[in-house]
């Protein structure tokens, strides 16, 4: 009998990451390409299913056979249906049957997931949250998703379509505008796009006088690595950029954690990266705007899959739907 | 063989309500008393046993036999140990057995509860919560308090001693100061004392041009029946306090229902009888701060037991661990 593999995607606002992972998590083979918001939905499957036939052709090499496919999408997602409701990141993909096409063209079975709840998935089964049976995860990417998860298991709430979208809590009423059209979401202070945004502003009022944050954003190459390569040698727009995302983090933890009255979060996604940035005023925040909370008790940590939490939680949904084996909830 | 029975109690920041409750959640007699911020552990103590002896004379009328009591309490409780840990309406109550001093006087068990997490359940057992899987709790009092029903039960979290603290969340950073010490607290929008604050300084402001509402200020007599009032009268002060209070609610909700992505809330205690003075301010509020749900989607009711459901809550705790007839989770 061949070994059952499933292939694992996320796919995000910016890469689109595939996998070849079999049914303990080992990644045999990984891909990376560009996706973008600027992607029409006959570019993004184009691209998705070449990747994913790259991986079937590798499946063979390892003796294996493809069960299935897990996909991980940014935004709002119908999973029992496999249709993407709404992408922030990929508006071109509104209300679109991506899993069912998918399928019809790769002739696999095709499972959607919200990439955030992917994440939370991935981290619960062989990632930092393996232990925790309570915890909130956060992605820090173009934008930022989030997830709960609840006595061990991923929190669906109603099946509304969305949950666990802590990026668009309100943190600051009023506050920076959201790719959501609402004021003042997390996601609009922590960010990728809301570092460049802060810096963008930052650049019109004339507050950038010269240095490598002034050249990277005269040259139009402001990304967000930039940004923390520009904090990390002290620029004080780029700490204030990554100030205020601490700030909004550890604020919306001390009301989750209020609320939920838990003490656990697992912090993931790209922007991650730049953790020695903003866990100092992330820790400050939640100091600040915690009292029930005895704070010390507080543990916020980074995502242990790195870039990979995603697609091998969406693989991990894959196999628990497709695999010929039983397997056990995560 | 006698008819089982339990003592219910709601130990607020003003009353103290004591009711003698049978199995299937009849109140058989109802007392109210006067509690209260400046009460010491003896004051509070002495009224509260006295308030229960009333309740076991009157069991024997009805030819029932008492077999424990539930004690609903505003702020962070203990209830493995029958611990007040901290009440911010009862700050004489610190780290006060309240449980076992009470076992020892009455000589009955005592089981502790925060009240609005007996409000949650009392909702689920025989109230609006019935038949709602998820749904957000809120009481409107002297302070705002929260629970969680999940999956038909009461979220306790980690077991922190606080959870559902949904007064505690900050909706407005830097905002109005709360009991509590932080600032921004929904409980400093929301409240009975918000209420009476908002009024307070917009009196000392200057903004209080006789009428009704100056009257009631100048001589003292301000309380959150007496803003209502005003308010119905179309006072301006009054219906700005008001509306505070339904933006506050609303922005907590939607960033509840999203987060939890679930669409269902009920609001009772003392201060929710201003229902139709905050209600469409809170709407408009959860509709402004919404985006990924659908409002209409979104049941925003009232409390089907009112100042009942504290004390029936903490009653069907007691009769769950102390009846001898085996009942069913809530």
Chains 1, 2 share one sequence.
Not at 56 to 69: C, M, N, Q, R, Y
Request: charged share 15%; net charge neutral; aromatic share 6%.
């Amino acid at each position: 009998m061949s070994r059952e593999m499933v292939i694992g995607v996320d796919l995000g606002g910016t890469h689109m990451r595939t996998a070849l992972v079999d049914r303990t998590g080992n990644i045999l083979r990984r891909q990376k390409a560009a996706s973008g918001i600027s992607f029409g939905v006959e570019q993004t499957t184009r691209r998705l299913v070449a990747e994913c036939q790259t991986m079937l052709g590798a499946a063979g090499k390892f003796a294996g056979s493809v069960v299935g496919i897990g996909l991980g999408v940014a935004g709002k997602v119908d999973h029992r249906r496999g249709w993407v409701v709404f992408s922030p990141n990929l508006p071109a993909m509104k209300n679109y049957p991506f899993g069912p096409e998918l399928e019809k063209t790769l002739g696999l079975p095709v499972l959607l997931e919200n990439d955030a709840n992917a994440f939370g998935i991935g981290e619960t089964w062989i990632g930092a949250g393996r232990s925790i049976h309570n915890w909130v995860g956060l992605t820090l990417g173009t934008g930022v998703g989030g997830c709960l998860i609840l006595g061990g298991k991923l929190w669906n709430g109603d099946d509304l379509g969305f949950v666990g979208e802590i990026g668009h809590m309100i943190v600051s009423p009023g506050g920076p505008r959201c790719t959501c059209g609402l004021d003042g979401c997390l996601e609009a202070h922590a960010s990728g796009k809301a570092l460049l945004e802060f810096v963008n502003a930052a650049a019109l009022r004339g507050d950038l006088s010269g240095g490598p944050l002034f050249e990277l954003w005269n040259e139009g190459k402001l990304n967000a690595p930039g940004v923390y390569r520009c904090s990390v040698v002290g620029d004080p727009i780029a700490k204030s950029a990554f100030a205020r995302m601490g700030w909004a983090l550890g604020l919306a933890l001390a009301n989750l954690f209020v609320v939920l009255g838990i003490h656990n979060a697992i912090i993931g996604g790209g922007v991650s990266a730049g953790w020695d940035q903003f866990i100092e005023p992330l820790g400050r925040s939640l100091a600040e705007h915690s009292k029930m909370l005895v704070v010390e008790d507080a543990v916020v940590q980074r995502s242990s899959l790195g870039d990979d939490a995603a697609l091998l939680g969406a693989a991990r949904l894959a196999l628990q739907h497709y695999s010929s084996v039983p397997s056990y909830a995560c």
